[in-house]
């Protein structure tokens, strides 16, 4: 096999993507639009949804078991579609590894950017908060605005129900927001990848004068910058196939998904299934 035919086999490879639940499927849906001839991969690993109260050992023993489950399916690229995973496993991932890997972070520096008033609120798991990449983010782009942290527990099991407009979500997103307006927040960062899935109740609770922050558009255009240094971008002409796998214990998994994808979807149980070890 020629090295021309070899870089052709890995441009036609899928990218893959994963989180801890349903969450990441707001930055594949960005990364659709953005490379829609690419054929991609998600898993929700939404049995051991929120990772965001789990050791930084237990979420590295899941992140490893999805990537091997991953390139086993001839992965090209991995993208790590969660804050928390992000934050415990990136460098282990990078360290194991060779396909390119791309994470999440919390928008703190274009949140300071476009504040008005220097006061950044940041909606996130508590795994996220307590990381060192976050306390990094702070040192590195926070120093002349004033950031406002809120850890929003239980939220990500609403959106892993599929309840996006229950009463008890709407409860909880009042709750977390009103700190950070109390404090006078006018950019608010959402720093979990489920969040975007309730950013109209967000909208609602906050008003139109308080921006709202994600990354996912950001980390699709870092993925195809990543894909073009590494000519690993397709070629194909025509829309690519998306396939979905989750181990949800929920009867309506497949309907959650679809939900949040916006669309019928090809779903797959994910086995086999180990335990979490750490």
Same mark, same amino acid.
């Given at each position: 096999?020629?090295?021309?035919?070899?870089?052709?086999?890995?441009?036609?490879?899928?990218?893959?993507? *994963?989180?801890? /639940?349903?969450?990441?499927?707001?930055? =594949?849906?960005?990364i659709?639009?953005?490379l829609?001839?690419?054929?991609?991969?998600?898993v929700?690993?939404?049995?051991?949804?929120?990772?965001?109260?789990?050791?930084?050992?237990?979420?590295?023993?899941?992140?490893?078991?999805?990537?091997?489950?991953?390139?086993?399916?001839?992965?090209?690229?991995?993208?790590?579609?969660?804050?928390?995973?992000?934050?415990?496993?990136?460098?282990?991932?990078?360290?194991?590894?060779?396909?390119p890997?791309?994470?999440?972070?919390?928008?703190?520096?274009? #949140?300071?950017?476009a504040? !008005?008033?220097?006061?950044?609120?940041? $909606?996130a798991?508590?795994?996220? $908060?307590k990381?060192?990449? *976050?306390?990094?983010?702070?040192?590195?782009?926070?120093?002349?605005?004033k950031?406002?942290?809120?850890?929003?527990?239980?939220?990500?099991?609403?959106?892993?129900?599929?309840?996006?407009?229950?009463?008890?979500?709407?409860?909880?997103?009042?709750?977390?927001?009103a700190?950070? =307006?109390?404090? /006078?927040?006018?950019?608010?960062? =959402?720093?979990c990848?489920?969040?975007?899935?309730?950013?109209?109740?967000?909208?609602?609770?906050?008003?139109?004068?308080?921006?709202?922050?994600?990354?996912?558009?950001?980390?699709?255009?870092?993925? !195809?910058?990543?894909?073009?240094?590494?000519?690993?971008?397709?070629?194909?002409?025509?829309?690519?196939?998306?396939?979905?796998?989750?181990?949800?214990?929920?009867?309506? #998994?497949?309907?959650?998904?679809?939900?949040?994808?916006?669309a !019928?979807?090809?779903?797959?149980?994910?086995?086999?299934?180990?335990? =979490?070890?750490?």
């Amino acid at each position: 096999m020629t090295a021309q035919s070899d870089i052709c086999n890995f441009q036609h490879r899928p990218i893959a993507v *994963f989180d801890s /639940g349903v969450g990441g499927i707001s930055v =594949l849906k960005h990364i659709h639009a953005l490379l829609p001839n690419e054929q991609l991969l998600y898993v929700a690993d939404s049995k051991y949804a929120p990772y965001g109260n789990k050791t930084a050992a237990e979420i590295q023993a899941r992140c490893f078991e999805i990537a091997d489950f991953l390139i086993e399916k001839n992965a090209k690229a991995l993208v790590v579609a969660c804050n928390t995973a992000t934050a415990a496993a990136i460098d282990v991932l990078r360290e194991k590894y060779t396909l390119p890997i791309i994470g999440m972070e919390p928008a703190v520096k274009p #949140a300071a950017e476009a504040s !008005k008033n220097g006061i950044i609120g940041v $909606l996130a798991t508590i795994g996220t $908060l307590k990381s060192a990449q *976050f306390a990094g983010l702070l040192e590195s782009y926070g120093r002349n605005v004033k950031v406002v942290t809120q850890a929003c527990v239980g939220l990500v099991e609403c959106i892993e129900r599929g309840e996006l407009n229950a009463d008890a979500t709407k409860a909880l997103i009042k709750h977390y927001c009103a700190p950070l =307006l109390a404090e /006078g927040a006018d950019t608010i960062v =959402l720093g979990c990848t489920h969040y975007p899935f309730v950013r109209q109740l967000i909208e609602q609770v906050v008003g139109s004068q308080v921006a709202l922050i994600d990354t996912g558009a950001a980390v699709a255009k870092h993925l !195809k910058q990543q894909l073009q240094a590494h000519n690993l971008l397709s070629n194909n002409q025509q829309s690519a196939a998306v396939q979905f796998w989750t181990n949800s214990e929920i009867e309506n #998994a497949a309907q959650v998904i679809e939900l949040m994808w916006g669309a !019928k979807a090809n779903i797959s149980m994910l086995s086999p299934d180990v335990a =979490l070890t750490s």
